[in-house]
């Protein structure tokens, strides 16, 4: 492969330039995208922060490691009776524990090669001038001003005088900085020992949440073996439970079973659609069905990674017609009292980094607050999640309890290709991350795409528990027209609409070297050669 100081992939110029700028002076890829991750939740903070959390997935080229840090965020030891997403989700009682410092921190002193303190300083440089509201940001802040509004603490940062800001205005959030600066002085515990937990349990007494100062205090990322399976002889590795590469390579495995090649793409010909539609709902009722904290049951991953389970899934798909969106998976444990994962959140909130660095290691790392602007409750600079609602209604395996993790669509993954990393992808978009992924990943690998080509197809989400199938307007009417005899009720989207994610991918190519990709449907930018 020619030579290259590497590739950052995010969803904001000032941090993806941070993070190459680190590549370039000697750091690695854990570097470049921990700096990056803190960077993005102060100019992308809609979407992630402090006070959320995520999934990092990590590939040391010497000596040939894979790894998986999960620092989603937990449930303390209180928790509510009844919970509504509809009526709570944007409010204290839906905060849980944030994770995101102690997994960035953790990634960084084992698999990093600079300090805590540099990497912070050194964001704080970057954030010290502030950043140039951008369209995305912009109508991000329309759309939610009730939330924002909704919150002093919110409003005094994020908006102005009242006021949203404008495009091409410069917002400098000096709280933040402030946060950082304690971090950077005092190292990532501080985040759950010293003022800032102390401020957390404050807002959350003051405003009716559930997190104290003793939650904040027993939070501890994990380490774990990601998920991996074989597709079309490509390696494919992603998050394990409760994260949901386990249901990328399942809807990998039953694709597996029909050529797709030779079927034709599938925003072309509407068999390879259907198909493709109809493997979505069934990986999507299985993962509700089976998937959670492993720590609170056992999660049957040997199976749904399965040939043979996969095989038996494919017969159940009717090529000339849709399955019962109404699932055993989604009528399971029906119990009204928690109202949660069921209800979307539209925008689709969450970020996503590709990194790879000169050495052939690499980064795909996923984060979020949950919804945009997470709970809209502010501290120290950044926005507190509203992770309660991703955890489902009672009855399975993603039942709420103390200490435990909820489940989330979250799916950092890597491709091997003849034992070699071939590509670093991820995304954000909500409860549409598994599909989005399969689109990505069958774009890459079944119809030769190159980062660009798979990024600019257009994008269509189905789901168990919807019969409607949401595409972009780009789809081709005679290929809608079929899939409506088959069954689907087919809704029309934006021409490159954000509600189906914001890709960051990097393919390594042999001969033409790092070929990178930033979404066009939000901000994203690809820093590097």
């Known amino acids: 492969m020619p030579q290259s100081q590497g590739m950052v992939v995010a969803a904001h110029p000032v941090a993806a330039?941070?993070?190459?700028?680190?590549?370039?002076?000697?750091?690695?890829?854990?570097?470049?995208?921990?700096?990056?991750?803190?960077?993005?939740?102060?100019?992308?903070?809609?979407?992630?922060?402090?006070?959320?959390?995520?999934?990092?997935?990590?590939?040391?080229?010497?000596?040939?490691?894979?790894?998986?840090?999960?620092?989603?965020?937990?449930?303390?030891?209180?928790?509510?009776?009844?919970?509504?997403?509809?009526?709570?989700?944007?409010?204290?009682?839906?905060?849980?524990?944030?994770?995101?410092?102690?997994?960035?921190?953790?990634?960084?002193?084992?698999?990093?090669?600079?300090?805590?303190?540099?990497?912070?300083?050194?964001?704080?440089?970057?954030?010290?001038?502030?950043?140039?509201?951008?369209?995305?940001?912009?109508?991000?802040?329309?759309?939610?001003?009730?939330?924002?509004?909704?919150?002093?603490?919110?409003?005094?940062?994020?908006?102005?005088?009242?006021?949203?800001?404008?495009?091409?205005?410069?917002?400098?959030?000096?709280?933040?900085?402030?946060?950082l600066k304690i971090l950077a002085d005092e190292g990532p515990r501080a985040f759950y020992t010293g003022e800032l937990a102390d401020s957390i349990e404050a807002v959350m007494i003051r405003r009716g949440g559930f997190i104290r100062k003793s939650d904040m205090e027993s939070y501890q990322a994990t380490e774990s073996t990601p998920v991996q399976s074989d597709y079309r002889g490509h390696l494919i590795v992603s998050s394990p439970p409760p994260q949901s590469g386990l249901t990328l390579l399942e809807i990998l495995n039953i694709l597996e079973q029909r050529d797709l090649l030779s079927m034709g793409v599938y925003f072309e010909q509407a068999s390879t659609f259907h198909l493709m539609a109809e493997a979505i709902k069934l990986g999507y009722a299985d993962r509700r069905e089976y998937l959670g904290d492993p720590a609170f049951s056992e999660i049957p991953v040997s199976t749904l990674a399965n040939d043979d389970y996969a095989r038996s899934r494919f017969a159940t798909i009717d090529m000339n017609a849709i399955s019962n969106s109404d699932s055993s998976a989604t009528q399971s444990g029906s119990v009204k009292t928690f109202n949660g994962e069921p209800h979307e959140d539209p925008n689709g909130s969450t970020t996503h980094i590709s990194v790879v660095d000169s050495e052939g290691n690499a980064v795909s790392l996923t984060q979020t607050i949950s919804y945009f602007w997470g709970s809209g409750i502010s501290v120290g600079g950044f926005l507190l999640n509203n992770a309660m609602t991703s955890f489902s209604k009672d009855g399975g395996p993603n039942t709420l309890a103390p200490g435990k993790q909820p489940r989330s669509t979250i799916s950092p993954s890597f491709i091997f290709r003849d034992k070699k990393l071939y590509a670093v992808v991820g995304t954000p978009g909500g409860g549409r991350i598994p599909g989005t992924m399969t689109e990505i990943v069958t774009n890459i690998i079944d119809f030769g795409a190159s980062a660009e080509s798979a990024n600019n197809a257009p994008r269509f989400h189905s789901s168990d528990i919807s019969p409607k199938l949401r595409v972009e307007s780009r789809f081709d009417q005679t290929v809608l027209d079929e899939l409506i005899l088959k069954g689907h009720i087919v809704e029309t989207m934006g021409d490159m609409d954000s509600y189906f994610g914001g890709v960051h991918v990097i393919i390594i190519d042999p001969e033409s070297g790092l070929q990178g990709s930033a979404d066009p449907r939000r901000s994203g930018v690809v820093a590097g050669h």
């Open 17 to 179: 330039k941070l993070g190459y700028e680190i590549l370039q002076s000697g750091g690695n890829a854990v570097d470049a995208a921990v700096a990056t991750a803190i960077t993005l939740g102060v100019v992308e903070p809609h979407a992630s922060g402090l006070g959320g959390g995520g999934g990092m997935l990590i590939y040391l080229n010497e000596p040939h490691k894979l790894t998986y840090i999960n620092y989603y965020p937990r449930a303390g030891d209180s928790i509510p009776d009844t919970f509504d997403s509809k009526t709570d989700g944007q409010s204290a009682k839906a905060v849980l524990v944030p994770g995101t410092v102690s997994g960035l921190s953790m990634a960084l002193e084992k698999y990093g090669t600079m300090s805590w303190k540099q990497i912070l300083e050194l964001s704080i440089e970057t954030l010290n001038r502030g950043f140039e509201v951008d369209d995305h940001f912009n109508k991000v802040i329309l759309d939610s001003y009730g939330t924002l509004t909704s919150y002093p603490e919110t409003e005094s940062i994020f908006l102005n005088e009242m006021m949203p800001f404008e495009v091409g205005d410069t917002l400098l959030n000096g709280v933040a900085l402030r946060t």
